[in-house]
C-alpha cells in the first residue's frame, strides 16, 4: 500500500460524504463494541489479566535481544530457515527469492498486516507470483482492488449489499442469493481448489514463542490452516515485537485478544506451527521460513514510542474511536489506521509525512481505556503534537488558532466571557431546534452532520448555577 496520509484532509472530505461508509460503519463499529462490553463483564479476571499482559509485553521489550536469540535457536531446531529482514525491501527481497527457487507460479495467503507494512503484495506480482487472498474479508478486498480499511476486519468499510454485488459480478459461479450464508459459500467454492493448487503459502503471526520456537495464528476461518498445510513452501512474516517468553504468556494475550477484537472468548482457531512436515507427519511444508521484520522497530525501543510495541493488533481502539467511527480506515492513507496507527505511523515512516494523523484525535480516552495492554495512546498522540510544533510542521492556521487560544486562555475573565458568548451564538444558530445545521466560519463541523445544540450556558456558568441553588436549598 502506497501510503498517503499527506493527503489526510482530501481523504476525510471524500469519507464524510460517501454514505455507503456510513452504513458500514455504523453497522459494525456498534456491534463490536457491544459484544466487548458484555464479553469484558463476564471475565471477572480481566483488570488482572490486562495488569499481567502489559508487564509480560514491557519485560519482554527489555530484554528483546535475549528473547530473539532464543527464538532464533529454537525455530531452526525445530527445522525453520530464519531470515532477519531490516527494511521492508529486504524483506520483500527475501520472500520472493524463496517464491522464485521455489519455482512458484501461485501463493496463498493469510490475512497479515505486517504482510501490508512491506508490500507483501506488489512484491509477488512483480515476481510473477499470482496472490490469492483467503481470508473472507481479504477475498473481498482483493476483488474490489481495495486496501485494508481495518486491522481486523479489512472489508469494514464494505456493506453486505456491495459485497453481494461484488460477487454476482466475479466470482465464476454467482451466490445462489444474497444471504450471508449463501455467500459465504460462494467464496468458499471460489477459493477451495487454489486452497489446495498452490505453491507456496503466506502467513504472519500473532505471536512468536520465544522458549519453542513456534509461529501462532489466531483466525476464525480455519484459512489459516487450509493455507498453511498443503503446499510444499510455507513462509511467516512477522515483526520483531511479536516475540513472547513462552507458552504460559501467550495464554494470556489468547484470553484478551479475541475478547478485545471481536467480542468472543476465544477464536475459532488458534494454531501453533512447529517446523516442516516431520518424517511420519501425514501433511505439512516441506520447507519452512520465519522473516522477521525491524522496520523502525528497534528504533523505538527507548524511546517514548516504544509503549506502541506492545500492541497486539486486536483493533479496539479503532472500533471505539469516534474519529475512526466517522471517516473509516481509508482516510488515513497508511496501512495501520485509528489512534495506533496515527501513532504507528510517524513512527514507521515520518512525523512530516504523517503529519495530520496525531491530530485526528478527541482525546476523549477511549482507545486507552479499551486497549488489552493498556498502551497510552491519547498521551502519545500529545507527544508526537508537541514534537510536530517543536519540529514547526504545524500548520499557519494551527499556529494562528492556538496564539489566539493562548491569549484567552491566560485571562480567566475574558476566557469565561468568550465562551459563554460561544456558547450564546451557537444556540442562537440553532434556531430553537435540536441540532445545528449551519455555522459561519466552522462549516467543516456541520456539513455532513448535524452539531447537538449546547446546553444553556457554558461549564461555569451552570457550576456557578448549581452552586449558588444548592446554597440556597435549607
Known sequence: MIQTSDRFKEHVTRALADDDLKIALSRTTGLLQARRRQVIDEYAEYGA???????????????????????????????????????????RRIVTKICTQAGAKTATRVKSMLGEEIGIAQALSDAGVERIETD???????????????IVMPAMHKT??????????????????????????SARRELRQKFLSADVSI?????????????VTVTNEGNSELTCTPPKVHIVTAGIEKLV??????????RLLARAAIGAEITQYTTFYNGPKRSGDADGPEAY????????????LGSDLQAMLKCIRCGACMNHCPVYAAIGGHAYGAVYPGPMGSVL????????????LPNACTLNGRCKEVCPVNIPLPDMLRNLRARQWEAKLASPVTKLALGAWRFVARRPKLYHFATGMAVFGMRLLSLGRTRIRRMPMAGGWVKYRDLPRPEKGSFMQQYKASKHAGEKRP
Not at 502489559?54 to 529454537?74: P, Q, R, S, V
Not at 505511523?345 to 495530520?356: F, I, V, W, Y
Open 49 to 91: 489479566a490486562r495488569e499481567r499482559a502489559g508487564a509480560i509485553k514491557d519485560h519482554t521489550l527489555a530484554h528483546l535481544d535475549h528473547y530473539l536469540e532464543m527464538f532464533e535457536t529454537n525455530a531452526r531446531a525445530n527445522g525453520a530457515t530464519v531470515h532477519w529482514a531490516k527494511t521492508p525491501e529486504a524483506a
Open 136 to 150: 473472507l474479508a481479504e477475498h473481498i478486498i482483493q476483488l474490489a482492488q481495495d486496501p485494508p480499511s481495518h
Open 160 to 185: 453486505h449489499e456491495q459485497v453481494a454485488q461484488l460477487f454476482d459480478d466475479l466470482h465464476d459461479i454467482a451466490p445462489d442469493t444474497h444471504d450471508i450464508p449463501d455467500l459465504v459459500g
Open 203 to 215: 502467513s504472519g503471526a500473532n505471536f512468536l514463542i520465544a522458549d519453542t520456537g513456534a509461529t
Open 245 to 254: 517468553p513462552g507458552m504460559a504468556h501467550a495464554s494470556v494475550f489468547l
Open 289 to 300: 521460513h520465519i522473516v522477521l521484520v525491524d522496520n523502525h522497530r528497534s528504533e523505538m
Open 345 to 356: 505511523t510517524p513512527a514507521l515512516s515520518s512525523l512530516k509525512a504523517a503529519k495530520d
